[in-house]
């Protein structure tokens, strides 16, 4: 119960704190806003003048990818003698200022007749094409431009989940937008084939949006945003970038040969599932169980058996069959490659000297036709338990850009029907498009199941 005192001496400090937040009302303020706020301002003063925007126009190119976040639909002519007409808008990173050299993905720039690059002072350049690669969504263009900036590489293998970043692009066309989010997910795969080690984050990425730089707050950077999930092709929170690592030594490669001279072990591998550690008596939970080895290659040179575990490549550890494709794209022919394994519950360790061939005494077969820039070679070429001959053409190469390359089909695939055809070896599978029109539809054999492509 409240007396009648205590009722007084409630009004009386209520009317006392009413009158001084009254009287004194910039000074009760003033001591409890802080005097200045952290911003991302000074960071991205000197980031985005790095960052430009990419206009794309093709004729005759196919439609821009769907689950590309930088897809725009396909726009038809009026005029029924003219060509459909692909115009995309994306966005990119200088690299190089001596040289200009932009990085973008490759599905903005791939059906570019005119690729238009607009810097973040307004001006506007007309690109030429430098290289570019299917398999890591990577291109390089080149600007002749003075006083630009360049944004420096940062190590994307420090990456944690919870990290701050920044992705910058040009969403929609509007400009360059820049948005804050953090890393949400580390090492995604299975997305779209080709060399992924994807960084997740739910930084807003839109359509537009591909090809510009995931920056650290040291405004370095860290990935280059190339792809969403949306169920209406807008940011849902799920965006996803190429690592840094990966991109440079991609980057490094496109600037030198114009294309990716890839390495290759010669092994097919899996992931160590909890079930196979299991069986294997391990106690790890990560690594690439090699499954089948090719016949003259740098694995069976080296030592690698089937059954072996990899782990780690010069200490970057291997989480499962997609990482260990992952690191092997980031590596330079002539290189030499740590591998550490388990074998029969031990660790071990092997060194292979690697090659841009990747194997040596293996048949291969330049495609033609709808099959153009593919290499393939006779299944037979892998050894595994039993040495057993199989059926099919092995993919040993799909060239960046063409028709294969677009339709998914990725190295390691094993063709094993062409036009609902069962083929028996890599000339007959070429002999059998070369008569094909389009589409040319295909069966390959990938990571235990069986898919259908068609090539256009």
Do not use: C
């Not at 119960?1 to 009386?12: D, E, K, P």
């Not at 430009?52 to 029924?80: H, K």
């Not at 050299?101 to 007749?113: A, C, E, I, M, S």
């Not at 071990?348 to 153009?372: H, P």
Request: proline share 5%; charged share 15%.
């Amino acid at each position: 119960m409240i007396t009648a005192g205590l009722r007084n001496f409630l009004a009386a400090a209520w009317f006392a704190l009413a009158t001084a937040s009254t009287a004194y009302p910039v000074k009760a303020a003033s001591s409890f806003v802080p005097t200045s706020q952290a911003s991302l301002a000074p960071m991205l003063e000197r980031v985005l003048p790095t960052v430009v925007s990419i206009t794309v126009q093709g004729r005759n190119g196919s439609p821009p990818d769907a689950n590309a976040p930088d897809s725009l639909p396909q726009q038809f002519s009026a005029l029924a003698n003219e060509a459909p007409q692909v115009q995309a808008a994306g966005a990119g990173v200088i690299v190089d200022v001596a040289n200009g050299y932009v990085l973008t993905n490759n599905h903005v720039v791939q059906n570019g007749d005119k690729i238009t690059v607009t810097l973040n002072d307004g001006r506007s350049f007309q690109a030429q094409p430098v290289g570019n690669d299917a398999e890591t969504d990577l291109a390089v263009v080149r600007i002749a431009a003075d006083d630009l900036a360049a944004l420096p590489f940062g190590d994307s293998s420090k990456l944690r989940v919870g990290d701050y970043v920044v992705a910058i692009g040009n969403p929609f066309g509007l400009g360059q937008t820049a948005t804050m989010g953090i890393v949400s997910a580390l090492g995604r795969s299975g997305l779209g084939g080709g060399y992924e080690n994807l960084i997740q984050t739910d930084a807003s990425i839109n359509p537009g949006n591909s090809g510009g730089p995931l920056v650290g707050l040291d405004g370095k950077l860290v990935g280059i945003n190339s792809a969403i999930i949306g169920p209406s092709g807008g940011n849902v929170g799920i965006g996803f970038a190429i690592p840094a690592a990966m991109a440079k030594q991609i980057t490094e490669q496109l600037i030198a040969y114009g294309e990716v001279r890839r390495v290759q072990l010669g092994v097919v591998v899996q992931d160590l599932t909890a079930d196979l550690a299991k069986a294997f008596r391990i106690d790890i939970r990560s690594g690439a169980v090699v499954d089948q080895i090719f016949s003259g290659s740098v694995a069976e040179g080296a030592g690698v058996r089937v059954g072996d575990i990899i782990t780690a490549v010069n200490d970057a550890s291997v989480e499962n069959a997609a990482g260990l494709k992952s690191i092997m794209s980031t590596m330079s022919p002539d290189a030499l490659a740590k591998l550490s394994m388990i074998r029969h519950g031990s660790p071990t360790t092997i060194t292979a000297k690697l090659s841009a061939e990747g194997s040596a005494g293996v048949t291969q077969i330049e495609g033609s036709g709808l099959l153009e820039s593919v290499v393939l070679s006779d299944v037979e070429t892998m050894t595994g338990m039993g040495n057993k001959k199989a059926d099919g053409a092995l993919v040993l190469a799909v060239g960046g850009g063409s028709g294969a390359g677009d339709a998914g089909l990725a190295t390691g695939d094993v063709i094993l029907t062409v036009n609902q055809q069962i083929v028996h070896s890599p000339g007959q599978a070429l002999e059998l498009a070369q008569r094909s029109p389009a589409p040319l539809l295909i069966g390959v054999y990938r990571d235990g199941g069986m898919y259908f492509l068609t090539i256009q």
